[in-house]
């Protein structure tokens, strides 16, 4: 192989392991980014049904106490607003652990960006790496 063609495949293999590394950034940027929207949702309906379950108790003690008529119109209504608000956490969930196996998908073209296995050792004591053409220590050419 001539210095220019080693030259060349040495820039393309670059290249290549630059655009990976791209590739799995962008997809996993993206992944975060929409990882905390979703849990910012989440965490919203979560306080929305905790004060929801706090009024509703706090509504039954206050009629409890003043021996007042539980209006169970009213109670059931609370208990329904609160399965939504549940559900809504519940689809949150999915939502979040459908886009975590999209990203995996995305990615699962791109190999990872692995360490060479060790061929061989140069003279010089350093490792040469399969798929090495030169020492990366010395410079010497791989026989």
Same mark, same amino acid.
């Given at each position: 192989m001539s210095e220019m063609s080693e030259a060349k495949y040495l820039l393309n293999k670059f290249k290549? %392991? &630059?655009n990976r590394g791209l590739k799995i950034l /962008? &997809?996993?940027s993206k992944e975060a980014y929409d990882t905390v929207l979703i849990r910012n949702r989440i965490r919203s309906l979560r306080k929305r049904r905790s004060d929801s379950v706090m009024e509703m108790g706090n509504m039954l003690y206050r009629t409890f106490r003043y021996k007042g008529?539980?209006?169970?119109?009213?109670v059931e209504t609370k208990c329904r607003d609160i399965?939504?608000?549940? =559900?809504?956490i519940e689809k949150c969930e999915q939502e979040l652990e459908f886009l975590h196996l999209n990203a995996d998908k995305a990615l699962g073209s791109v190999k990872a960006?692995? =360490?060479a /296995? &060790?061929?061989?050792?140069?003279?010089? %004591?350093?490792e040469i790496y399969e798929g090495s053409a030169y020492c990366a220590q010395c410079s010497k050419k791989v026989e």
């Open positions: 290549d %392991g &630059v /962008n &997809v996993r008529i539980i209006n169970e119109e009213i399965e939504t608000i549940e =559900k809504e960006l692995v =360490k /296995n &060790v061929i061989a050792s140069c003279e010089c %004591g350093a």
